[in-house]
């Protein structure tokens, strides 16, 4: 296995992992397919890459509900190992930039704001040039992503 190869994972990503929702921290049953097809591509990946959970990604979730706070907060698991990790000025200055220069579009093809949390996982994975794996293209464009059809 290349430890060069790192595949971020995106919020959605991890909650689909968990076949939780965000927010509810339940087991949704429309969830559950989609589990599988995450678990199965993380699996294909993991033989050639690192996978790992970027700290805004861990930020994100812990704010969502108290299980996941309690989750990532003591979680020992290695695809975590960037929770406890400051987010560096250089990461805060890539997803400024990333903010201003991202040609994000909403469903009619007009410029929308990104969230908050996208541009420093963006940055992540920019500056790292780690690999991302999301469901969420529209904030995650080919102006700066490679986008891989599944």
């Known amino acids: 296995m290349s430890s060069s190869l790192i595949v971020l994972l995106d919020t959605n990503i991890v909650a ?14 429309e969830k559950q397919l989609w589990r599988s097809a995450v678990l199965e591509l993380t699996q294909l990946v993991s033989a050639e890459c690192l996978i790992r959970v970027p700290t805004p990604v ?67 994975s920019l500056l790292g040039k780690h690999y991302l794996l999301t469901t969420n293209q529209k904030d995650f464009p080919e102006s700066h992503f490679s986008v891989i059809e599944t």
């Not at 689909?16 to 049953?29: D, I, N, Q, R, Y």
């Not at 903010?99 to 410029?111: G, I, L, Q």
Request: net charge positive.
């Open 16 to 29: 689909a992992l968990f076949a939780v929702s965000k927010t509810g921290g339940h087991v949704e049953p």
């Open 58 to 124: 861990c930020y994100e979730l812990m704010a969502m509900n108290q299980a996941w706070f309690n989750y990532v907060n003591t979680s020992q698991d290695e695809v975590f190992r960037f929770s406890h990790n400051a987010i560096s000025e250089k990461i805060w200055k890539e997803a400024s930039k990333y903010y201003f220069t991202a040609k994000c579009f909403n469903s009619e093809k007009k410029k929308k704001k990104i969230r908050t949390m996208d541009p420093i996982i963006a940055a992540y």
